[in-house]
């Protein structure tokens, strides 16, 4: 007999103790009837979006006049919330393909919720583009197509490239959610009944778990990894480049790249905090998400976060060392000019407050961790709005500088986001497996007649 | 332990005859599998709750074609972002201070995003191919083959079921039922 897995060590405080039929009971168990408090959270949630649709409606009546769009700012908290949402989707793609590919034993419990906010996240980032283009009705003119008048998109321009790296990214995270879930939603058919396992069945697409299904799934789902992983990283380079491809000061950095990869897992982690605190909670799977995934995903946080502190660094010793006047310009009044609280909001929330989880202590308090999760979100939202408003705010003559005013259009499409978001987690929440009970099942060993365990 | 029950899946008719015996434990379903592979039952259908490399090794199964659609897919990918990019190009041309009408560089980011989109979609397509419309029909199912159990379904006639039932149980089945066509 080849490879054998050893058995968990109990003692070693992440040990699966569970049986394989536990773990179906625990995870079928998650999709009971939803309590008091879901039906509480997902009526908020519902009433945020209709606050979204609502204004949406007032944009498409009388245009983006509604918005505090000034000259020069014409990309404002539209442009910020989309670069949030999409950032928000690269924790659980770095979770799903990343950290399957290297084999880490902790992304198993985490990684369906995470994959699932990807997919929802950059759901709710694709609408943003769309709103902020004014006229949304013929935002299909984005996409090349055989039209009357013999045109195509501009290929060299990164708006472009946007489109498409945003789509792939859309498609793939869809795909790769969607694939994963096979195996759970057919070990969820075999232990439902009535019209539920009617549903389950149609979606499980005829999944028997047989020895030439998973030969080929297993294939398939380490080439989605391998593919999902490159498209990750490109995906907000490209979103990076929206702003770095200009000359504008404070954009036309060479760092941009890596640095938006860093700060789009930074606020991921995030929002996976401060989604599946309350989640596992919310549906008794503690003793499946435990501290040691906290632990985990808390270095993963100071880790992205730390990079983040020596980006900011960089940044500003750039814009010091090039001579610039114009970047040390921009870079001055980000920290003491007019939007002095946004800039001071983004360096205490990102850089400083990611340094506490050095601490071990702070990594494994869950209350700590969920504070610490909403200052990464709110850190993390003005780090878009201060790269992007500040830098157009201040133009090359002061004569044409300006300052944003954000109206009611703008925080009520914010708000819409966060309830379409919100909408859809719930939602699947309490629709499919939020823990992957096949990959939980493959790591732990199955039942032996004679030696090892069992 | 009779959780072995009629699956409803496959339409009467339709069913393949054979035997279809649970394990409770892998070392044992991998005894019944060498056996049965070394008396010649090749076209076995093992059915398990998760992907079990013992299980793997001892079927010897050859490694899966679906990576020769990845590879067509993402080529066909990166060749239709470069070929789209170039031709749009042409086609309406946008001079700009005597630089190159097609330019590669910008290009290469279509390129690499079509290239991941079509390897991953014809991974899946692969994956329908041959484990849902090419995939064996009319095989016995039992809920707990999801759940805890490891399945073994041997297609047979009649006048084998004897001794396959024997060998099934002396390697530790937990129970073995008939299926009739």
Redesign the interface.
Known sequence: ????AQPHDPSDGHAITQ???EV?RDVVATLGPPSRGYLLLLAAAVSLFLIGILTFLMLIKDGLGHAGYNPPIFWSVYITTFVFWVGIGHAGTLISAILFLFRSPWRTAVYRSTEAMTVFAVMTAGLFPIIHIGRQWIFYWLL?YPNQR???????SPL??DV??IS?YL??ST??LV?GLI?DV??V???VSGWRKMIYSWSS????????????????YL??AA??T??VL?VHS?VSWDFAVSIVPGWHGTIFAPYFVAGAIYSGIGMVLTLIIPLRRALKIEHMINSYHFDNLAKLTLLTGSILFYAYAMEYFVAWYSGNIFEQTTFYRRAFGPMWWAGWTMIICNAFVSQLLWFRKIRTNLTALFVISIFINIGMWFERYVIIVSSLSNDYIPWAWGQLNPTWADWGILAGSFGWFGMWFLLFAKTFPIVAI??I??MI??????GGH? | MAFLKRSKSAPQGRRVPGLVASFLHVDAAVDAIRALRAKGYRNLVVYTPAPNHEIEEALEHRVSPVRLFTLIGGLTGCTAGFAMTIWMSYDWPLLVGGKPIAAIPPYVVIGFELTILMGALSTVAAVALFSVLMGKRGVPYDPRFSDDAIGIFVPTTTDQLGPIEQLLLSAGAAEVRHETA
Not at chain 1, 150 to 156: E, I, Q
Not at chain 1, 205 to 220: E, I, K, L, M, P
């Open positions: 007999m080849a490879v054998v049986t394989h039929a179906t090349p013999y045109l195509w998109p501009n290929f060299k472009i490239w498409f790296a792939t498609t793939v795909t790769f694939f195996p057919a070990a058919r075999d232990k697409v005829g999944w028997q778990g047989t020895d030439n299904q998973w030969r080929h799934y297993s294939r398939a080439y989605l593919l999902a490159p498209l490109s490209v096949q990959e099942k493959e060993p199955m039942p032996r007649r004679r069992g």
